[in-house]
């Protein structure tokens, strides 16, 4: 059964970086589709981020591109996320998904993690 | 950015109702949608993909249909625990896109 955890600071400050990791257990991270990173402000919707093949194939949110970098460490199944110069804006519960793990469809987020808060404060 | 409208944003019914929620694409995107469901302080959990495939273990009460731009998810029989928020999503085309979400509360 696959499972997905994410971690991460909790707490950031303005400007600085967020760096999260996600661990993929119960599947091969080299035999799913893509791994993906969606992020929830608080009583907002969904915003997807960022996916990744394990290959190092990667996309991203135009609107956060500049600022966002995915990468996957197969050796240790981890899937990490980068965001530079974060604002309160940035506030979210940051949640890592399987696309196609399951379903075999790329593109369909078909298992979830339970989510990381990060909160941007000084 | 493939742009997806959900209708109602709210939505009362009681137990043992029938409902349907709408999502419209802003642009055509064959059947790449997907519906998931979250209920507070949870992960959203997927529920259908390619617009009528029910994932594995989501019980047939679920159902969704459309293609191109219009597409709907009809719960019938409702149950206390099929009170949440439900979204849509588009993978036809990065960047992947979600509706605002639909409350479905109990009335």
């Known amino acids: 059964q696959v499972q997905l955890q994410e971690s991460g600071p909790g707490l950031v400050k303005p400007s600085e970086t967020l760096s999260l990791t996600c661990v993929v257990s119960g599947y091969s991270i080299t035999s799913g589709y893509y791994w993906g990173w969606i992020r929830q402000p608080p009583g907002k919707g969904l915003e997807w981020i960022a996916s990744i093949h394990y290959s190092g194939n990667t996309y991203y949110n135009p609107s956060l591109k500049s600022r966002v970098t995915i990468s996957v460490n197969t050796p240790k199944s981890q899937v990490s996320l980068k965001l530079t110069s974060v604002t309160a804006a940035d506030t979210a519960v940051y949640y890592c998904a399987s696309e196609g793990g399951l379903t075999r469809v790329r593109g369909v987020m078909d298992v979830w993690g339970k989510g990381t808060t990060v909160t941007v404060s000084s | 950015d493939i742009q997806m409208t959900q209708s109602p944003s709210s939505l009362s019914a009681s137990v043992g109702d029938r409902v349907t929620i709408t999502c419209r694409a802003s642009q055509g995107i064959n059947i790449y949608l997907a519906w998931f469901q979250q209920k507070p302080g949870k992960a959203p959990k997927s529920l259908i993909y390619?617009?009528?495939s029910l994932q594995s273990g989501v019980p047939s009460k679920f159902s969704g249909s459309g293609s191109g731009t219009d597409f709907t998810l009809t719960i019938t029989s409702l149950q206390p625990e099929d009170f949440a928020t439900y979204y849509c999503q588009q993978y036809n085309s990065y960047p992947y896109t979600f509706g605002q979400g639909t409350k479905l509360e109990i009335k």
């Open positions: 390619a617009a009528s």
